[in-house]
């Protein structure tokens, strides 16, 4: 098994602007392997323009807001990319797609490192943004799990977001639990 970073990638769209959405980027050497599902504008993105950063945000709303539509992604340009970063992050790496593999489900683009900056120091781990992570995750997979599984994993991670969260991780984590809930409501 791949090791997987977990984390928000920002492509460029044919307008100008920027598409960024959360993605597991898979590790391969010095290498990095981006795998978006079809359909998504990224891939269209990364073919066009083959520059991308990933950026780790300190702030897990970041992850939440963009699957529940909200507004919550300020960015600053990348430094030796035409790309851009998440202004609050403890570092990124500014990419180069150098070889692309079709797929019709899963297509992969091999990405060099041409850059990478720190920008915080990084201090610890918290449970509750980890339980967030997986949350979100899930939140993206809904079609695909079972609806208990999906419950059981909620009420499990629920416990270490009650231990753990601060204010951030607790909003974080009420804006997934209400897209799954009303995913089920539906
Ligand atoms: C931590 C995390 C990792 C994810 N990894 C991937 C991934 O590797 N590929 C993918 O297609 N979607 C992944 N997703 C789901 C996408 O973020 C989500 O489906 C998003 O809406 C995709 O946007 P798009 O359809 O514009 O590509 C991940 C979500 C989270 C929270």
């Known amino acids: 098994m791949p090791f997987i970073l977990e984390t928000i990638v920002a492509t460029k769209n044919a307008d100008g602007s920027f598409h960024v959405r ?42 939440a807001g963009l699957l529940t539509g909200r ?20 570092g990124h790496l500014e990419l180069e797609a150098i070889s692309f593999v079709d797929h019709e ?16 120091p990084f201090v610890g781990y918290n449970r509750a943004q980890a339980a967030v992570l997986e949350a979100a995750i899930l939140s993206t997979r809904l079609g695909m799990l079972p609806q208990e599984k999906v419950e059981t994993e909620i009420e499990y991670l629920r416990i270490a977001v009650e231990k753990c969260a601060g204010a951030q991780e607790q ?10 809930e009303a995913h089920y409501r539906r």
């Open 22 to 63: 959360p993605y597991g980027l898979h590790q391969d050497g010095e290498d990095w392997i981006f795998l978006p599902f079809r359909p998504s504008p990224a891939i269209e993105n990364v073919e066009r323009h083959p520059y991308l950063t990933v950026s780790a945000p300190s702030d897990v709303r970041v992850i």
């Open 71 to 90: 507004d919550v992604v300020e960015t600053v340009p990348a430094d030796v990319i035409d790309g851009v970063r998440l202004k609050d992050t403890t």
């Open 105 to 120: 489900l899963r297509p992969r683009f091999r990405c060099r490192v041409l850059h990478q900056a720190a920008h915080r």
């Open 171 to 180: 909003e974080a984590w009420d804006w997934i639990v209400e897209k799954i």
